[in-house]
């Protein structure tokens, strides 16, 4: 089979060294890879390390080898280009639709998914001309992930660091994939949140009341909504997964803190996916030392209280043309136990999937029913979460469809 062929564009800022290891991961995936750097990235990485990484010759001018054309052959050959790191002047030259270097030609000509992986000082990131450039890309069709936060150059932080390149991989990965991009992204100018991991709900300083869940499904929901185009909040309980590349990350610990934090970001949000296993109960006092072991008594009993319902409160109060996804974890009866549930909660979907021990939680794989309050059935067999995640925003944006 046809290597897929991917044009990693580099632009002039300090994060282009992190371009290397992005090159090496599609290299080693068995991905055809040609470097275009623009003249201020060879003065951070040099066009000898980019071709050992790439096995491939270097295009930096537009005046090189001309009677290959490559100003419209790198464009026209490529399945996917990703420019990383995306500089603000990057940035500025695509909006405006330059030709000044190779790389904004190769931009004019490519016919592929376009993704751009923004790196720059906080100021420069959320400055107007650069927020609408980004929105002039996004409204092309083009990729345009968040930054992350983090150290900057020199003692600075804030938003506006290049994402883990692995992070930038597994995007470029699922947009390659699904063709996520080629024209529009069928969730481009979405907002959605998601949440993943489990509440923990503590019972003294170093106890608490959990779940098995690892964040992996809820975080698989993540990632292929950045790849399909949407803008996208993740609220994590308890996960130690690494941050997908392009969402916004915020870090809960308890139920009524999840709860909180869901209402907020829900406020404009097209969709909520409530993935994450939500405890529901909690240990009606806290202790504040370290319960101990009294030798020939038993414990006191733990006296639990209900938790807010979550999804319940969402569906009964979203907004008009807003989705609300719930999730069943069921250990029998799974089919009619999430129909019920479904019709309890009152949300637009419910995904319903078995669990216990080595099944769901933690695993890579999962298999699930997805119902819908229209009465509608759809059965996703045992597979990648993220295939069963593309399902989920399918059923999300039909439900949108729908609604008109």
Same mark, same amino acid.
């Given at each position: 089979?046809?290597?897929?062929?991917?044009?990693?564009?580099?632009?002039?800022?300090?994060?282009?060294?992190?371009?290397?290891?992005?090159?090496?991961?599609?290299?080693?995936?068995?991905?055809?890879?040609?470097?275009?750097?623009?003249?201020?990235?060879?003065?951070?990485?040099?066009?000898?390390?980019?071709?050992?990484?790439?096995?491939?010759?270097?295009? /930096?001018?537009?005046?090189?080898?001309?009677?290959?054309?490559?100003?419209? !052959?790198?464009?026209?050959?490529?399945?996917? &280009?990703?420019?990383?790191?995306?500089?603000?002047?990057?940035?500025?030259?695509?909006?405006?639709?330059? +030709?000044?270097?190779?790389?904004?030609?190769?931009?004019?000509?490519?016919?592929?998914?376009?993704?751009?992986?923004?790196?720059?000082? /906080?100021?420069?990131?959320?400055?107007?001309?650069?927020?609408?450039?980004?929105?002039?890309?996004?409204?092309?069709?083009?990729?345009?992930?968040?930054?992350?936060?983090?150290?900057?150059?020199?003692?600075?932080?804030?938003?506006? !660091?290049?994402?883990?390149?692995?992070?930038?991989?597994?995007?470029?990965?699922? &947009?390659?994939? /699904?063709?996520?991009?080629?024209?529009?992204?069928?969730?481009?100018? !979405?907002?959605?949140?998601?949440? +993943?991991?489990?509440?923990?709900?503590?019972?003294?300083?170093?106890?608490?009341?959990?779940?098995?869940?690892?964040?992996?499904?809820?975080?698989?929901?993540?990632?292929?909504?950045?790849?399909?185009?949407?803008?996208?909040?993740?609220?994590?309980? #308890?996960?130690?997964?690494?941050?997908?590349?392009?969402?916004?990350?915020?870090?809960?610990?308890?139920?009524?803190?999840?709860?909180?934090?869901?209402?907020?970001?829900? +406020?404009?949000?097209?969709?909520?996916?409530?993935?994450?296993?939500?405890?529901?109960?909690?240990?009606?006092?806290?202790?504040?030392?370290?319960?101990?072991?009294?030798?020939? !008594?038993?414990?006191?009993?733990?006296?639990?209280?209900? #938790?807010?319902?979550?999804?319940?409160?969402?569906?009964?109060?979203?907004?008009?043309?807003?989705?609300?996804?719930?999730?069943?974890?069921? /250990?029998?009866?799974?089919?009619?136990?999430?129909?019920?549930?479904? +019709?309890?909660?009152?949300?637009?979907?419910?995904?319903?999937?078995?669990?216990?021990?080595?099944?769901?939680?933690?695993?890579?794989? #999962?298999?699930?029913?997805?119902?819908?309050?229209?009465?509608?059935?759809?059965?996703?067999?045992?597979?990648?979460?993220?295939?069963?995640?593309?399902?989920?925003?399918?059923?999300?944006?039909?439900?949108?469809?729908?609604?008109?």
């Amino acid at each position: 089979m046809e290597r897929p062929r991917v044009v990693l564009g580099v632009g002039g800022g300090i994060a282009a060294y992190k371009a290397c290891e992005l090159l090496r991961l599609f290299t080693e995936s068995g991905h055809e890879v040609r470097v275009v750097p623009t003249a201020s990235a060879l003065r951070f990485v040099g066009a000898a390390t980019w071709a050992a990484l790439s096995g491939a010759p270097v295009a /930096t001018e537009v005046w090189e080898d001309v009677h290959e054309v490559p100003h419209v !052959r790198l464009g026209q050959r490529a399945d996917l &280009v990703v420019i990383a790191p995306a500089t603000a002047d990057v940035l500025a030259r695509a909006a405006g639709g330059r +030709a000044d270097d190779l790389l904004t030609n190769v931009l004019l000509t490519a016919r592929c998914p376009v993704v751009f992986v923004p790196a720059m000082h /906080t100021e420069m990131w959320e400055h107007p001309a650069t927020r609408e450039n980004v929105a002039t890309l996004r409204r092309r069709g083009s990729l345009v992930l968040e930054p992350a936060e983090g150290r900057l150059t020199g003692a600075d932080t804030g938003k506006g !660091r290049l994402p883990d390149p692995d992070a930038i991989f597994e995007v470029c990965r699922r &947009v390659l994939a /699904t063709g996520a991009g080629a024209l529009v992204p069928d969730l481009a100018g !979405r907002h959605v949140v998601v949440t +993943a991991g489990g509440t923990r709900e503590p019972l003294d300083p170093v106890r608490f009341l959990g779940n098995r869940s690892s964040g992996k499904q809820g975080y698989a929901l993540a990632r292929t909504a950045v790849a399909r185009g949407a803008r996208v909040t993740l609220l994590s309980a #308890n996960s130690e997964l690494p941050d997908p590349a392009g969402a916004e990350v915020r870090r809960v610990g308890t139920a009524e803190e999840l709860r909180d934090a869901v209402l907020k970001a829900a +406020a404009d949000a097209d969709a909520v996916v409530m993935a994450a296993a939500v405890a529901d109960f909690r240990p009606a006092d806290r202790a504040g030392q370290k319960i101990k072991k009294v030798e020939g !008594r038993d414990p006191e009993p733990v006296v639990l209280v209900r #938790n807010p319902d979550i999804l319940a409160e969402l569906s009964a109060g979203r907004a008009a043309g807003q989705v609300v996804v719930g999730f069943a974890a069921e /250990t029998e009866n799974v089919l009619a136990n999430g129909q019920a549930k479904l +019709a309890r909660k009152g949300c637009d979907i419910l995904v319903v999937n078995q669990v216990g021990e080595d099944r769901a939680f933690g695993t890579e794989e #999962n298999e699930a029913v997805i119902l819908a309050a229209d009465g509608g059935e759809t059965p996703v067999p045992h597979g990648p979460k993220e295939a069963l995640a593309d399902r989920v925003w399918d059923a999300v944006t039909r439900r949108w469809s729908a609604a008109g």
